[in-house]
Nanobody, 118 residues
Framework: QVQLVESGGGLVQPGGSLKLSCAASGFTFNSYIMNWYRQVPGKERELVAIISPNGRYESYHDSVKDRFTISRDNAKNTVYLQMNRLKPEDTAVYYC???????????WGQGTQVTVSS
């Protein structure tokens, strides 16, 4: 069955770094656009970063540009989110999302908590 398993979240001080990973299985990973979303209680889920199936195209929410980098390894069926210069407002549950570029079929991971606090 389809699985997206996030890891790498945790508690970090402001200015610190974390790298999230999302391991995918059960679908043709290299055909899917991969996204990272985040959500805080009481707010809508927010799209943070997008990467195309071949990894050549990336896009970011304005609030994370020049701090976050999305990447993927199609040989390992894994997508990453490198987060640098973290701010308290980056605190959220981060979700991995896969979307088929032809059918828009979508899968979600279970989420991983990132807390930025001193």
């Amino acid at each position: 069955q389809v699985q997206l398993v996030e890891s790498g979240g945790g508690l970090v001080q402001p200015g610190g770094s974390l790298k999230l990973s999302c391991a995918a299985s059960g679908f043709t990973f290299n055909s899917y656009i991969m996204n990272w979303y985040r959500q805080v209680p009481g707010k809508e889920r927010e799209l943070v970063a997008i990467i195309s199936p071949n990894g050549r195209y990336e896009s970011y929410h304005d609030s994370v540009k020049d701090r976050f980098t999305i990447s993927r390894d199609n040989a390992k069926n894994t997508v990453y989110l490198q987060m640098n210069r973290l701010k308290p407002e980056d605190t959220a549950v981060y979700y991995c999302n896969a979307r088929d570029q032809s059918t828009s079929l979508t899968y979600w991971g279970q989420g991983t908590q990132v807390t930025v606090s001193s």
